[in-house]
């Protein structure tokens, strides 16, 4: 089964809009966490919530984690042109190897 | 701040030949990962590694490809017999435990002719 399906696939808001991106999983997880990149770059990690959290914090960046509908969502506030990027959440089911599992990613563009 | 490290940046190859893409994970973690990134398409998982051994593969993880640590700091990831599919970004990544975060790298641009 797919596992972290982002949405929209893209979206694009003025710079000082604040970015909403949803993420919906199938399976039981032991946390999810959600990664920035840069287009060809590398996977910046943002932040992670457990799977007995409901909500976490980073500094402009809040993240909601609903595991009874298998749903995660990430708000930007306050958006910039440098958060510019493609945003993917990416699911640990805890197995025994605990994989990330990615989503297709939210590509998003904040114009200046 | 600690960071995985990743060399080459970009491997160019031709079709058949092997490759070592390798890694310099974070000095106090004790899992490893290999994943990958097809131009245009998601992350995929490939190989984790804890205690000089397999954990868990996936299935595109099969004979052509290995991993190893040979030593305290590095981790690689050989391909024996690269195919034109095998083009992907790879990235490593490591964590202190297995609830923790994963840190990537900065990927390795892997481009087989």
């Known amino acids: 089964s797919q596992q972290g399906e982002e949405d929209p696939q893209a979206l694009s808001i003025q710079e000082g809009e604040n970015a909403t991106m949803n993420c919906s999983y199938k399976?039981?997880?032991?946390?999810l966490q959600w990664y920035r990149q840069n287009s060809g770059r590398g996977l910046v990690h943002l932040i992670l919530i457990r799977s007995n959290e409901r909500e976490k914090h980073s500094g402009r960046l809040r993240v909601t984690l609903d595991t009874s509908k298998k749903s995660s969502s990430l708000l930007i506030t306050a958006s910039r042109a440098a958060d510019t990027a493609s945003y993917f959440c990416?699911?640990?089911?805890?197995?025994?190897?605990?994989?990330?599992?990615f989503g297709e990613g939210t590509q998003l563009t904040v114009n200046p | 701040e600690p960071e995985v490290t990743q060399t080459p940046s970009h491997q160019v190859t031709q079709m058949g030949q092997e490759v070592i893409l390798r890694c310099v994970p974070i000095s106090n973690h004790l899992y490893f990962y290999w994943y990958r990134q097809i131009l245009g398409q998601k992350v995929e998982f490939l190989v984790s590694f804890y205690n000089n051994e397999i954990s868990e593969k996936s299935e595109i993880f099969d004979d052509q490809f290995s991993v190893e640590r040979p030593d305290g700091s590095n981790f690689t990831l050989k391909i024996r017999s690269t195919k034109l599919e095998d083009s992907a970004m790879y990235f490593c990544?490591?964590?202190?435990?297995?609830?923790?975060?994963?840190?990537f790298g900065p990927g390795t641009r892997l481009t087989v002719l």
């Open positions: 990416a699911t640990d089911a805890g197995t025994s190897g605990s994989r990330l599992t």
């Open positions: 990544a490591s964590r202190t435990s297995w609830t923790d975060t994963q840190y």
């Open positions: 399976t039981s997880i032991n946390n």
